[in-house]
Each structure stands twice: as C-alpha cells, then as structure tokens.
C-alpha cells in the first residue's frame, strides 16, 4: 500500500531542462512545488570531476548517464503486422536519467527553429497546395508561431551562455550568420567557437558552391560568462569529451548547475531523485488529476497529492505516464483517431566520409560537443519540395567533437577489419579522415505512434510503452538528396576518397543514431489531432500540462533542445500569469 | 554521507584538475565555472583520489575467466589484433585482462540490460533478444565453438595455428560456421567489441598498457585542453605524451 503524503501545490516529474526551468521559474509563486526525478543527484562537484570524467569506456560504452533499461525500457517494431520487442540493449537513443537528464550528456547544438518549422503544414500547403503532402502523413502546425516563442528563445540561449553569431538581426541579413534563421531581436551571448581545420575547409567549399556556411550555435560556452541568474559558465576547453559526459568546466549549459540549483534556493521546492513516478492518479470521472504514486529508491510506495501535475520527463516518459495513467484518448492507427502516441517522429542522419591526403591533419580530439559548421540552404523549407518531391529538409555539417578513439578508429574502405594490415590502416586514417553529415527532417505517419505494450512489463509490472516506426519514402528521398550535396562539398573540400552509400533500409533500434524523439503527446489547436492545447495543457485533464519535444507534431532538420528549453519558459508564464489565476480552468487563448 | 573534510588536502581538492588544466589556467581559461548557485554543499564534497592503500604490484589473475577460457580469450584477441611492426598487440596490452574484469563487472553481469521474458526471436532491426548476459554469452559461445574446432579441427581454439585462427574467425564472422546455442554473429562481434575497447579504453581497466594503441594512433590522451591549440595546430600535428586517468590523478 502506498503512504499517502501531505498534498502539495505542484508535482513536476523529470529534472532535465523542461522540469528544471519549470522548477525554478514557479519558485517565485510562493507555492510548494515537489520534483521527482528517475535518476539520482548531479553535480558537477562530484559527479563530472576531471580526470575521471574522461572516460570514454564509462560514459560513451557503458552508458552512464543514460537510462537503466533494467528497470524501464521499450519495445520497437518496425510496422503493426510485427509483434513489439524490447529494446534490451541500448542503440538507437540515449535517453538521460538523473538531475539534470539527457542535458548532462548532450552536445550543446543550441537551435532556433525557423517560421517554416512551426507551421510545416500550412507553410508548405500555401506554396505547393494540399496534394503534395502524402496520405498517410499527418503533417500539423505548431498552435504557436515562431514569433510567439521568440522572447523564451532568447532567454534560453542567455541561460545557456550560447556561441553563435546571427544571421538575421530583427529582418537584417547577415553574412557569416545563418540568413535562413527567423528574425532575432539580438545577437548570441557569446561570439562563435574557434574553428578546426575540417571546418575551415567546410566553410571554404560551401562558399565556393554558393551556400551560406556559418558557425553552429553551440551551448558550449566560447568565453567565461555570467547568465542573467548570476551563475557562471567557464570557457570551453575543447576537450573532445562532451556528447555523452558531464563538462567539468560547466562551459555546456545544463540544468544541473543553472536552473536547477536555484530551485533548490527556493525553501518551498524539494527535489525526490531516485524516485520512479509509476502513474497519475486521476479522479473517478478522469477529468482531475489528484496525485502521483512514486517509488523511492527502496522501492517503497507513496501516493503525493498534487493541484498541478507537470510532466517533463523524456518523450517516451511522458508518452508512457499519459497513456498508463489514462489522461487522454490513445491513438488509434487504423481510424487515425485518438491523440496519446500519435505523431511520433525521429530525426534521419546521413552523410559522407572524407579521406584527405596523407599530411593533413585534423586534430579531431580537439572539439567540443556543438562545434561544427552548417548550412541551412537545404534545411527547413528553401528545398524545392514540389521539384525534389519530399516535404522537409536538412541541416548539412562537419564538425569537429570527439577524438576518443573507442568510438573512432577509421579506415579507408576496403581494409581489413581486424587482423594483419588493421592497424597500418587505423594509423594511416586517424588524422586525416572527415566527414560531411546531414541531419534530416522526419515527418509523422499514421503508421508511426507510441502505444501501450500487450505483452512486456517493465521491472514495475507497468505495461511497456510500444515503438512503431519505419522511414517513409519521403525521408529517403530527402536523404539521398542530402548524400548527393554532401558528396559534392567533400570532393570541394578536396578530399582524396569520399565515402559516400545510398541507405535504404528498414529502420533499426540497434546502431546509435540520434536522441532526436518527438512526438507522442503533441500540442495543436483542434482537439481531435492533439493531446494538448497551445498551453501544453491535456485537453482531457485539465491539471496536466506536459511539456518537451514530446509536444513537436513533427522534427526538423535541427536539434530540438532550443524549442524544448523555449517552451518550458512559456509555460512557466502561462501558469504564472494566467493558469494559477484560474485554476484548472482551459487557459483561454 | 559527505561530511566536511579538512585534513590532508583531500577536500573538494580540485587537485588534479588544477594539474589538468595547466596551459589552460595560463591561458585565462576558467578550470571550473565559481557557481556559488550550482551547489550549497560545494565545500563538503571529495574530490575522487587514489585508494588510499595502493594496490600492490603483483601479476594479474583472472577473475571470471577458468583455464581453457582464459587460453580462447587470449588466443582470440592475439588473433584480431597481433604484434606487428606498425604497433603492439592485444595480447601485450592485457586485452584479455579486460575482457576479463569486463565480463565479471555490473556490464558483464547484464545490470542494465532488460532480461525478462517472453524471449522471442525477432527481426535484426529488433535488437539483441537473447536472455544471455554479456558474460554468460562469452562463457556459452566460447563451449559453442570449442566444441565445433574439436570435431573439424581435432584441437580448441587456442591450439590453432595463427593461420587456422585466422580462417576460423573469418568464417565466424561471414556466418559460415553454425553454432548450437550462441548465434555467431552475436558472439563474433560481442568478442571484437570487447577486444577493440579494451585495446583503446583507458588503461585504468586494464587494457591498454602504457597508452600504447594512443600512442600508436597519435591519440594524445584524455588531458588535453585545446583552447589554445585548435588553431594553431590546424592542419598541423599535435602529439604529446598522452595522459591517462591514473596519470592525472
């Protein structure tokens, strides 16, 4: 039996960014707020100390910071004829566990979104008409527009001590920035990061082909900075050990040392790490949400009353909490009724290899997580979708961010594996292999969703949340458009050998690709096509909000953690300003 | 329980990565960001150090592994990656040391693995669907495959000649040999995942000795700050001795 305990105002479920800004947003409201976190406590002091945290066996193999899929996981399958499977191992997505969750071990590419990207479907219907967008595709809006969003843009990117430099200024273009960027009020917090050899040669070839390169924007902090909340980030060192670890230098922004501490100032905020929140408890009509049950770390039961539930756990997290927890009406494929689970979509990564000649040398063990060089002139909506015939786009890169050589140790095509010649090969590689990469769109499909798992339990006797995904034709014509600029900017660069293979297969949940998720539980302004409102508030249950890339109705061609960090300020003053004025009233447009 | 600690310098000691930071604190870099919000209990915490009592320096022996596995472990990672004139192999790194302390670790152990049933067989993009741990998987392919070179070859793995190893594992991972509990092209690349991480993971797990597959590769190891560097070293070697996590301790 669970122990009931004393109600409080909020429960907030998960401690990455969505959870932590909520956190410390709110602490101004005076009201007693409880976070739970899956995952124990962070801090930079002691847990992401130098030396150790340059273990790329921990961190990068053994996974660390990422989900103990012993206790929770998922089951995949590629289409609803097959029966779901877990994923037992972890492979495709890393998702986080602890204080501060996957914002720990991201790699700090810090996005704004473009106008396109949140009005995919009316944007792309006004240009190309209603029958360029596939059946089974549900492409929607966002409810919001980038304007609307602008003002929690440029506050993350001030938290985050963002490197960049803009490309449109308030509606002026800038060479050197990003032109295809939505208007910025300002410009970035800090200048650019320093570029490696590989990306000078990127920016050089894209100029010659006509395209606008300019500098990633990085949560890697280029110079020592002090956030408007008064904490500091240390300049990065450009360690090469980044995506996957804690920074010891607190130069890649995350919640564990910026928002989140200044939560815990607040007398009235508690944290409950290594606490499993199991479900939300509902009232007998479903229409209220009245607590959560949680474990501890003993795996003992409580029961925590709440006013106000805000779910900001990992998309599959808040998937699984609404569906177990009954708020909202599941998906349904075959009617394409329902909303809980509908929309799921991925991120599609592909690219070239470069093998430049033998004296060059690009140094790849000095980088950072976000260092790179991009162009956007085939991301978002500049493709000619009605010539190419896909919808989307994608960001096209180098960039220079891990040396560790577990993970790297390339060779020239054709050479052995193993064995005699293996390590001739590896030597000859190391200093002079590039790649050029793409990051593409992934559209949602009725035939992708997330529903609950016949079949599997996880470690709690819960139902597994169930993965059904496989690329669209559209995606892979994007792709292979994508190769083909690639190709074309690697040759530019002056590689000797591109390494360059069409890729078609079915997708699998077994190499890593990207902790890019999406969809599940997205917002809209139509009820019957999203599970929450514009405010991020479940149209079924009105005292749930739930917030992260979980609410994106589709994914860009870009990280999501900038709109994710964007949002969860905008809720914090939509329940500031207008929800706690009205309690678990609809918040009126 | 954390507890303030002022004796002997092991305090917070930002010790070793004041040492680490070196060129970096010369260079105006700040080595770690003075958050006073990041932490109210930032003056209570340890930094990691040494063990207090060192470990002596006596051979190494294997923990999980028995004899004859031991000899397949040995003879298998001496085959992937053998001494040449271009670098050292496995073997000398102490490859099989690693995969030993590996397999007899929480990883090897499966403690992040979800190992509940129903166990059905799926399609490849389905992932790993066996109820074998990492270390029950090595144990049960490496009876598997004996038991295989036994009838064919009248001889273990280990008593091979360097070309029949060779043959054997090539045909192990081009599928051609079937075996009757493990399937080969798990066991195949679980044995070469584990022999390239211990011959390139940081020598703290045994692999790796001296740094040498850094050294060979031109990896300089997991202290390097570049702030400095990453323009001045464009399109130019930079190589140091590389540093390990013991190193900077």
Same mark, same amino acid.
């Given at each position: ?38 995952? !124990?406590?962070?801090? #930079? ?27 929770? #996981?998922?089951?995949?399958? /590629? ?44 944007? #792309? ?39 960049? =430099? ?9 060479? !050197? !920035? ?48 002090? /956030?408007?909340? !008064? ?20 130069? *890649? ?9 200044? +939560? ?183 035939? &992708? ?7 599997? #339990? ?132 | ?6 004796? &002997? ?13 070196? +060129? ?12 006073? +919000? $990041? ?31 031991? +000899? ?19 073997? $000398? ?60 070859? =009248? ?20 599928? $051609? ?51 400095? *560097? ?20």
């Amino acid at each position: 039996m669970a122990t009931k305990l004393k109600p409080v105002d909020i429960a907030i479920v998960g401690m990455g960014w969505a959870g932590g800004i909520i956190a410390k947003e709110l602490a101004s409201t005076g009201l007693k707020i409880v976070a739970f976190e899956r995952g !124990g406590p962070r801090a #930079t002091n002691p847990d992401f100390m130098s030396p150790q945290v340059h273990d790329e066996l921990r961190y990068s193999r053994r996974h660390e910071l990422i989900q103990n899929l012993r206790k929770e #996981t998922l089951t995949f399958r /590629n289409d609803p004829s097959q029966q779901g499977l877990p994923m037992r191992q972890l492979g495709s997505f890393l998702p986080g566990e602890g204080v501060g969750g996957a914002g720990t071990h991201w790699s700090g590419l810090h996005w704004r979104w473009t106008e396109w990207e949140h009005k995919m479907y009316s944007g #792309t219907v006004a240009k190309y008409g209603k029958a360029i967008v596939p059946q089974d595709m549900n492409l929607q809006d966002w409810p919001i527009g980038y304007h609307d969003l602008e003002p929690y843009y440029d506050k993350f990117e001030r938290v985050c001590g963002t490197s960049g =430099k803009a490309g449109n200024l308030q509606g002026q273009k800038i060479d !050197g !920035g990003n032109i295809f960027e939505a208007p910025r009020a300002r410009e970035f917090p800090n200048p650019p990061l320093t570029q490696a050899h590989n990306m000078v040669l990127f920016e050089k070839a894209a100029r010659n082909l006509g395209y606008h390169p300019f500098p990633v924007p990085a949560s890697n902090a280029s110079r020592p900075y002090v /956030n408007p909340d !008064g904490v500091a980030l240390g300049q990065c060192h450009y360690c090469g050990f980044c995506t996957a670890f804690g920074c010891e230098a607190n130069a *890649k922004a995350s919640a564990h040392f910026t928002v989140i501490p200044l +939560a815990y100032k607040n007398p009235n905020f508690e944290a409950r790490t290594n606490s499993y929140v199991m479900k939300v408890n509902l009232d007998s009509r479903g229409k209220r949400a009245v607590s959560v049950t949680y474990l501890d770390a003993g795996g003992r039961e409580f029961e925590q009353p709440a006013d106000l539930v805000i779910l900001a756990a990992y998309v599959f997290g808040n998937v699984h909490l609404m569906l177990h927890s009954k708020i909202g009406k599941p998906y349904d494929f075959k009617r394409n009724t329902g909303v809980v689970g509908r929309n799921y979509a991925y991120q599609s990564m592909g690219g070239v290899g470069a093998l430049f000649s033998k004296d060059t040398y690009f140094n790849p063990f000095m980088g950072s997580g976000a260092l790179g060089t991009w162009i956007d002139d085939f991301n978002s909506d500049n493709p000619d979708f009605g010539k190419l015939g896909f919808i989307g786009g994608g960001g096209i890169s180098t960039g220079s961010n891990s040396g560790a050589p577990i993970g790297r140790h390339p060779a020239a095509p054709g050479s052995p594996r193993w064995g005699a010649g293996w390590k001739k090969a590896i030597v000859e590689s190391y200093h002079r292999m590039t790649g050029v990469g793409s990051q593409g769109s992934v559209m949602s499909y009725r035939q &992708n969703f997330l529903d609950l798992d016949p079949t599997y #339990t996880d470690s709690f006797g819960r139902p597994m949340l169930r993965l059904t995904f496989d690329w669209q034709e559209n995606e892979f014509r994007q792709l292979e458009h994508a190769r083909g600029i690639c190709e074309n900017i690697a040759r530019e660069m002056g590689a000797e050998q591109v390494l360059s293979r069409r890729e078609r297969g079915r997708y699998s949940i077994v190499p890593y690709q990207t902790t890019h998720n999406t969809g599940g539980a997205i917002f809209g302004d139509d009820p019957r096509t999203s599970a929450l409102n514009k405010h991020l508030q479940s149209w079924d249950v009105s005292n749930v909000f739930v917030v992260g890339s979980s609410a994106f109705p589709q994914n860009a061609g870009r990280n999501p953690t900038g709109p994710v960090g964007a949002l969860a300020y905008r809720l914090a003053d939509t329940l500031k300003d207008q929800y706690l004025k009205r309690p678990e009233a609809m918040v009126a447009v | 329980m954390s507890k303030p600690d002022d004796t &002997n310098g092991k305090t917070v000691s930002r010790r070793g990565l004041l040492k680490l930071v070196g +060129a970096g604190a010369a260079t105006g870099v700040l080595p770690l960001a003075a958050s006073a +919000a $990041e932490d109210s209990m930032q003056g209570m915490h340890h930094a990691a150090p040494k063990p207090a009592t060192p470990a002596e320096d006596l051979p190494p022996v294997y923990e999980f592994f028995n004899g004859d596995e031991a +000899a397949f472990i040995e003879s298998v990672v001496d085959t992937f990656i053998p001494k040449d004139d271009v670098g050292p192999g496995a073997l $000398e790194l102490g490859v099989a040391i690693f995969i030993d302390r590996q397999l007899n670790s929480g990883y090897g152990r499966g403690d992040r693995m979800y190992l509940q049933g129903p166990f059905i067989e799926g399609t490849p993009e389905q992932g790993y669907q066996l109820r074998m741990t990492p270390a029950e998987l090595i144990r049960a392919g490496i009876i598997d495959l004996n038991a295989y070179l036994r009838i064919k070859y =009248k001889s273990t793995f280990d008593g091979l000649s360097a070309q029949d190893r060779i043959a054997v594992l090539t045909q192990l991972e081009s599928r $051609e040999i079937e075996l009757p509990t493990v399937p080969k092209e798990v066991f195949f690349n679980l044995l070469y995942d584990l022999t390239m991480q211990g011959y390139f993971a940081d020598p703290l797990y045994g692999g790796n000795k001296g740094k040498a597959s850094w050294k060979m590769i031109g990896f300089p190891g997991i202290g390097g700050m570049y702030a400095d *560097k990453i323009e001045a070293y464009r399109n130019r070697k930079y190589m140091t001795d590389p540093m390990s996590i013991q190193d900077l301790l």
